[in-house]
Nanobody, 123 residues
Framework: VQLQACGGGLVQAGGSLRLSCAAS????????MGWFRQAPGKEREFVAA????????YYDDSVRGRFTISRVNAENTVYLHMMSLKPEDTAVYYC?????????????????WGQGTQVTVSS
């Protein structure tokens, strides 16, 4: 499966953005999906994940209550709606897909990655 992330940009602190991750090549419904982010000089870290059906979601504590992950399998797209953005949310955001049922919060469990989209939050 190929993943294409978009929707990043420059936003002021307190603002909102919605990231999209479109899949091609295979049906998105076959995969659990995750969003990760990587800030300059830091390792790529888990942000949010959603199961194949969309029934279960997981969030890192740093974004819980501000970010919402969702999916529309009929559109082959996963979304990350980000609200109340903070400067520390600045990073390149990546979507990722995995077919197995292993832990969704671990980066190495994912099989496919998109190219990333830059999110910059100014103070």
């Amino acid at each position: 499966v190929q993943l294409q992330a978009c929707g990043g940009g420059l936003v002021q602190a307190g603002g909102s953005l919605r990231l999209s991750c479109a899949a091609s090549g295979r049906f998105l419904s076959m995969y659990n999906m995750g969003w990760f982010r990587q800030a300059p000089g830091k390792e790529r870290e888990f942000v949010a994940a959603i199961t194949k059906s969309g029934h279960l979601t997981y969030y890192d504590d740093s974004v819980r209550g501000r970010f919402t992950i969702s999916r529309v399998n009929a559109e082959n797209t996963v979304y990350l709606h980000m609200m109340s953005l903070k400067p520390e949310d600045t990073a390149v955001y990546y979507c990722a897909a995995k077919s197995s049922a292993t832990v969704l919060t671990i980066r190495s469990n994912y099989d496919y990655w998109g190219q990333g989209t830059q999110v910059t939050v100014s103070s």
